[in-house]
């Protein structure tokens, strides 16, 4: 359904759909099949803007890109498209997943969410869903040196937006952290577009994630948490990027 009618109905027969899929997708520990929405395999269905993916982390995030989809989640040709949001479980009742009444009122959807950041840091870490939370909570336990940038929209890709940030920061790592194994996820369609980012002048960009697996997530709850951990520790902290897999673009 998917395939045929979802992601290639306006290539293939000029139907377009304005559908909204919201599908659970979050590392939490319940279990393989309680993980994975298969965000990469959404990824390789997008070419020519015919989907919107994103992974939303706040509740005006969420009420904006609804209403984006309603009033201006289309094309220049005012062509709406399918949007695809995939909705972490945890974050209904995560007491820092919150947004102000101002939120609501006086923005808009964002693709990208970078932190505001005093100073010059180490690393920028980006990311995408959920794990921002883990981040963010290790981060003031450490008092690492890291910037969090989330991707609230997968895509169409912001590289724009991802850019700018990149040159505020020339001399940060750049490390792409996910909860999802390496063959899973976004990382693979993240790596592509870095590198054109990248490419000059040539920076790294390291990957911090689940070991590549046939498995979506371990049934767990202590293994889970092992390597949650141990990506936190590893995506924040300079030169640590040992314990879980890592690939550099």
């Not at 890291?146 to 850019?163: D, I, K, S």
Request: proline share 8%; with cysteine; glycine share 8%.
């Amino acid at each position: 359904m998917i395939d045929q009618f979802l992601s290639s109905a306006e290539s293939k027969w000029g139907q377009p759909s304005g559908l909204v899929m919201l599908l659970p997708h979050g590392y939490e520990g319940q279990g393989p099949e309680h993980s994975s929405a298969r965000i990469e395999r959404f990824l390789t269905l997008c070419a020519g803007n015919n989907l919107q993916i994103v992974n939303c982390t706040t509740p005006a995030q969420y009420f904006h890109v609804l209403r984006r989809q309603m009033y201006g989640g289309h094309d220049r040709r005012g062509v709406r498209k399918p949007l695809v949001i995939f909705t972490p479980k945890s974050l209904l009742r995560h007491p820092h997943a919150v947004s102000h009444l101002q939120d609501f009122t006086n923005a808009g959807f964002r693709e990208v969410l970078p932190e505001p950041f005093h100073g010059t840091p180490s690393r920028l870490v980006f990311c995408s869903g959920k794990i921002y939370y883990d981040l963010l909570a290790g981060r003031g336990e450490r008092a690492a040196g890291a910037a969090l940038v989330r991707l609230e929209q997968l895509y169409p890709f912001p590289a724009e937006q991802v850019g700018e940030i990149l040159s505020q920061y020339p001399g940060a790592e750049i490390v792409w952290a996910q909860e999802e194994p390496r063959n899973m996820g976004p990382w693979r369609f993240i790596r592509e577009h870095f590198q054109t980012l990248v490419a000059a002048p040539r920076r790294d960009v390291w990957y911090v994630g689940r070991p590549e697996s046939a498995s979506p997530a371990t049934g767990s709850g202590k293994r889970h948490q092992q390597e949650q951990s141990a990506i936190v520790n590893d995506a924040l902290t300079p030169g640590a990027i040992s314990q879980t897999a890592k690939v550099r673009v």
